[in-house]
């Protein structure tokens, strides 16, 4: 493996990684209040581009680590619109 590759993993994994406690607290607290339903909504858009992108262009650190932040980012949105 390439050391581009593991700069764009861990690169990846850092900014997946970043979204786990804003998931957790709002799960913990049943409450999403304080996060904007515009805001989740154009970013979650956007990693689902990332993640087609990655699949594509068939580089597995885009693809990856997109679809981990997808899935927090959607666990939000659905607390989001669950939790309000």
């Known amino acids: ?5 593991w700069i764009g993993f861990l690169a990846g994994l850092l ?4 979204f786990v406690p804003q998931a957790l ?5 049943k409450s999403a209040r ?3 339903l515009g805001m989740y909504s ?3 858009s956007g990693v689902l581009l ?6 594509l262009a068939g580089i597995w650190p885009v693809l990856i680590t997109n679809i981990v932040t997808l899935l927090l980012a959607l666990f939000i949105l659905v607390m989001k619109l669950r939790f309000g």
Not at 1 to 5: N, P, R, S, Y
């Open 1 to 5: 493996m390439a050391l581009h590759d």
């Open 15 to 18: 900014t997946t990684v970043a």
């Open 25 to 29: 607290m709002t799960w913990k607290n």
């Open 34 to 36: 304080d996060i904007s």
């Open 42 to 44: 154009i970013f979650t």
């Open 50 to 55: 990332w993640v087609i992108y990655g699949a």
